[in-house]
């Protein structure tokens, strides 16, 4: 089953949690969708974890189609959601649309993601006027790093707490199938999750949302043990990776790789003969 906005929302209405993931590549994105995920989500946290760049602010829209367009590529059940990067979308409704359709067009997204609510509602209604589903992330926005003053939990007090709830409502006016709220307290994202008609995931926001994402490189323990507190690990993929990465340079230099079992054969008539042709130049 291809799944959609309105299966998303079904499964809100069912109490199914939803399942959502990163991916920035073509293979990554295939076992996901084999392994039954729901959602993918193109991230700019590629700039991070791919590109290798101390937070999301430098990705560009080509970073964001180049990555998206693979991904939809390997993922033909998962619904693919792409992030609008740090000023694709900021500037103008007018900007927001057409980067959004270009996600869309070129990256083959299914849908966008954008930081923000009641600032952007004017953004988000627009992209959705133009059929183009959006979701809306709140609460630790990574491209307002420098606005905060740092990767911080958010919502903590009385008045940001009131803000985010009406961030989020504004969101759901403004037409946004679905909310993510990373980093945000474990009660105000149930209440959240309660006040909200939309799917809410959630990312360092506990149990209580319709779903969960994580950065796919967190869940695989892809940093030798570095990670957000939110993001269990569900496998030391990177121990494992350093370790195959070590065998192979070992058994390399030991000439043990390749072995008899890695090669392919030729005739010993047909070696005869290049032999003496090789002897035949080197003698000329």
Do not use: W
Request: hydrophobic share 50%; net charge negative.
């Amino acid at each position: 089953m291809k799944h959609t906005v309105t299966t998303l929302h079904k499964q809100k209405i069912d109490g199914d949690k939803i399942t959502m993931l990163t991916a920035y590549d073509y293979y990554t994105a295939r076992l996901m969708d084999e392994a039954g995920i729901e959602c993918i989500l193109v991230g700019d946290s590629l700039g991070m974890v791919m590109l290798g760049y101390e937070d999301t602010l430098a990705v560009t829209m080509e970073d964001m189609i180049h990555h998206t367009r693979a991904v939809a590529r390997g993922a033909s059940k998962a619904l693919v959601i792409a992030d609008l990067p740090f000023m694709s979308y900021q500037t103008s409704v007018y900007d927001a649309v057409v980067n959004a359709g270009r996600l869309v067009k070129e990256g083959r997204a299914a849908a966008v993601k954008l930081e923000g609510g009641e600032v952007i509602a004017p953004q988000i209604k627009a992209i959705v006027e133009a059929s183009i589903p959006v979701v809306a992330h709140l609460g630790l926005t990574p491209q307002s790093v420098n606005a905060f003053g740092g990767f911080k939990v958010q919502g903590k007090d009385e008045a940001a707490a009131v803000k985010l709830l009406a961030d989020a409502r504004a969101a759901q006016a403004a037409g946004a199938f679905m909310v993510v709220i990373e980093c945000v307290p474990e009660k105000l994202a149930r209440l959240v999750t309660r006040e909200l008609d939309i799917p809410v995931i959630g990312i360092g926001a506990g149990a209580g949302c319709d779903g969960q994402v994580l950065v796919y490189q967190d869940m695989l323990g892809m940093y030798g043990g570095i990670a957000p507190k939110f993001a269990k690990q569900f496998a030391d993929m990177g121990a494992a990776m350093k370790a195959a990465f070590m065998a192979y340079g070992d058994q390399t230099k030991a000439g043990t790789f390749p072995g008899p079992e890695h090669v392919f054969s030729i005739s010993d008539e047909v070696m005869a003969a290049v032999q003496k042709v090789a002897a035949h130049g080197k003698g000329a």
